[in-house]
Every structure is written in C-alpha cells, then in structure tokens.
C-alpha cells in the first residue's frame, strides 16, 4: 500500500513482491537510478555556480552539440549501474552504441537492460528552466550467460517492466512505474531523500493544455494544422492553453497534473519528428498508460511499435485519453 509520507527507499521494499520477476534485482536497479538521480541532481543545482555552462565542442550521434551537463549526467549514470550486479547493457542518448556491462565473475549473469536520455531539455540549462532525465528498463530476451546484443535493446516499448523519469524543477521529483501505476516521490534536498509525495498519478480523462512548437507549424502534416486550429476554435471548452516549455519531461509532467496533449509530429524538415523512440517515447508512453493516458504516433501506440534501430525518431502524440484520441481522429483523415 502506497502511503504519503512514505520514503522512497521504504515503498520500494515494500512494494517489490508486485515486480512480475521478484528477485529483489529490480529493486537495486531503482535503487540506484535513486543514487544516481540524486548526484545529478546535486550537478543541475549548481549548473550556474561553477564553470559547467556551454557546449563542450562535441556533437554527439544525433547532430546536436552536447552541453557540459549531458555528457556529466550520462556518465553519473552509467557508472552508478556499472557498478551493480543487475544490469547486462546500457543505451544512452548520448552513446553512438549499446555499453555491455558484464558481471564480475563475467559470465554474463546480469538480466536487465536499460536505456537512458541522461539530461532531456538540456537547451534549457542555460536559462535556468527545469530538465529531467528518462529511464526505460527492459529484461534481455537473449539467454543469460551470453552476451548482451542489440535484440535485448530493440524491444517493443509494451515489454518495459520499469520506466521513469527525474524532474529537476522547482522541487525534484522522481516519477516512476513499474506496471502497477504511477507513484511520484519529492527530493527533500537537505537530508537528501525521496518521499512519496504523488501516489497513484492518473492523467485527467480530457484536459485544456496543448504543448507543441508551434514555430514549425508551416511544416506540419495537414491533420496536425487542423488539430491545432481545432485546439484553438472558440466553442464548447475551448480554446485551449498553449504551453510548451521545450523539455519533454515538465511539459508531460505538467500535463499530466493538469490534463493535456503534448505533441511533436513529424514535418517536412523532420520525417520522423525529433524525439527518440527508446530513451523518449517510449518510456513516457508506459507513464503515460499506466496513468490512464495514451501515447501514439498518430495512428497506433507507441509502445506497439517494433524498434528497428537504437537512435530511431517517432513521431508523438501524448497525453489525456480523449484529447490524443481527437488528435488521431484529425490524422486519419489524410492517412
Ligand atoms: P534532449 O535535450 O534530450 O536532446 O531532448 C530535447 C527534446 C525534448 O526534451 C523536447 O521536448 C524537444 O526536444 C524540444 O524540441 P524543439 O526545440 O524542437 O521544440
Ligand atoms: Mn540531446
Ligand atoms: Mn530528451
Ligand atoms: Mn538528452
């Protein structure tokens, strides 16, 4: 039973036997999501205090240049899961390729694997506006004692058995799922720990929010400008607010409290839109359902889709039930 007040440490054990493969594994690897959550946490908050600020010169696989703070938070990361016994492999936003992590006795004994965007939103650091980071947890499918490969990577978002995300706002909050709804749990900052402070997050049905950059509206599919139009049409609950604050996890977190659409489609510059399949989409569509909300590409669930590459962009369509619904309706039409 999940109570207020409760630590995050404690509802993790307590609640651990509700883990479809119960041994105790999963528990450590939130665990030490937990840790390394709250290092880069520590790192964000003094973001404008030290000489971290910029690019670092590199450009990363994506073709963006990587912030000092991208290529901080993902090796906090990766080096708090090396260091334990339960993860065989991990993918990051920030890694040209999957990192196999062996056991020591290097029999390759560990199950999981995960995938990361270590720091998402990181064009908002500089200007002091939240990010977070994504975390997308998978059991290999190819058999212990063997190498990890790229099919333990490429799974269909629906067999996730953990998926979360960091915000690191006005308050940072860890807000995760592992098939049994959507618990958010607030850093007290002075003694350092999580508590439960959201039980049972839940998407309101329908909403009056919808994010989008709509500065690349002239480049939108034809069903994506009419939804728009419909979103700011003066009748019944209408128009509706736009807000879009340009980081994934506070737009989806915001609107998942307040009830919204976020959406980032494709375009004529973009095919696929932007947002990263495995370490973006689908890890807020697992949130997303288990909250009673819905995540699409336009036409089918995001967490359907079968990855064909680890870098792979989606278009996506997040957010209350009726309004990712309505949203659909538009793009069937010109399907
Ligand atoms: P990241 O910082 O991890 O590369 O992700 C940025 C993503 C996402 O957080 C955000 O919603 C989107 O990019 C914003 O893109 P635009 O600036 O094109 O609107
Ligand atoms: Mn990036
Ligand atoms: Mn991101
Ligand atoms: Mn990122």
Same mark, same amino acid.
């Not at 099919?151 to 915000?167: C, H, K, S, T």
């Not at 728009?228 to 209408?238: H, N, P, S």
């Given at each position: 039973? $999940? ?107 560990? #199950? ?8 998402? =939103? ?46 690191? =706002?006005? &308050?940072?909050?860890?807000? *995760?799922?592992?098939?049994? %709804? ?12 999580? *508590?439960? &402070?959201?039980?049972?997050?839940? @998407? ?5 929010? *919808? ?6 509206? &002239? ?26 604050? %340009? ?26 839109? #932007? ?15 288990? $909250?009673?909300?819905? $995540?699409?590409? %336009? ?17 996506? @369509? ?8 309505? $949203?659909?309706? @538009? ?5």
């Amino acid at each position: 039973m $999940a109570r207020k007040n409760q630590t995050l440490g404690e509802f993790i054990i307590e609640n651990q036997s509700e883990f479809k493969y119960s041994s105790g594994e999963l528990s450590k690897l939130i665990n030490a999501i937990r840790l390394a959550a709250k290092v880069v946490n520590h790192e964000v908050n003094k973001a404008g205090l030290v000489d971290i600020l910029g690019a670092v010169g590199d450009t990363n696989v994506q073709g963006e240049d990587q912030q000092k703070l991208d290529v901080l938070a993902n090796e906090k990361f990766i080096q708090t899961l090396k260091n334990r016994e339960i993860v065989c492999g991990i993918a990051s936003e920030e890694e040209d390729d999957f990192i196999e992590v062996n056991s020591h006795d290097e029999q390759h004994q560990n #199950k999981y694997v995960v995938l990361i965007d270590p720091l998402d =939103g990181s064009s908002n650091i500089d200007v002091n506006v939240s990010v977070g980071t994504i975390f997308s947890i998978y059991r290999r499918v190819t058999p212990i004692g063997s190498p990890v490969t790229l099919e333990d990577f490429l799974q269909p978002g629906r067999n996730q058995v953990a998926a979360g995300y960091v915000i690191y =706002g006005t &308050s940072t909050m860890l807000v *995760y799922t592992t098939g049994h %709804g959507v618990n958010g749990f607030t850093l007290n900052p002075a003694i350092g720990t999580f *508590y439960l &402070s959201h039980p049972n997050m839940q @998407f309101p049905e329908t909403g009056q929010i *919808y994010s989008v950059n709509e500065g690349n509206y &002239s480049h939108f599919p034809q069903g994506v400008k009419d939804y728009i139009k419909y979103c700011q049409m003066e009748e019944e609950d209408r128009p509706y607010t736009s807000r879009y604050i %340009g980081s994934l996890v506070s737009d989806f977190h915001r609107n998942m409290i307040k009830g919204g659409i976020y959406l980032y489609p494709k375009s004529s510059k973009a095919s696929e839109g #932007k947002l990263r399949l495995l370490y973006e989409c689908n890890p807020m569509a697992y949130l997303a359902e288990q $909250a009673g909300g819905k $995540a699409s590409n %336009g036409f089918k669930a995001i967490l359907d889709i079968q990855p064909s590459e680890l870098h792979q962009r989606v278009p996506f @369509f997040c957010g209350s039930r009726k309004m990712v619904e309505k $949203a659909e309706e @538009f793009m069937k039409i010109y399907s």
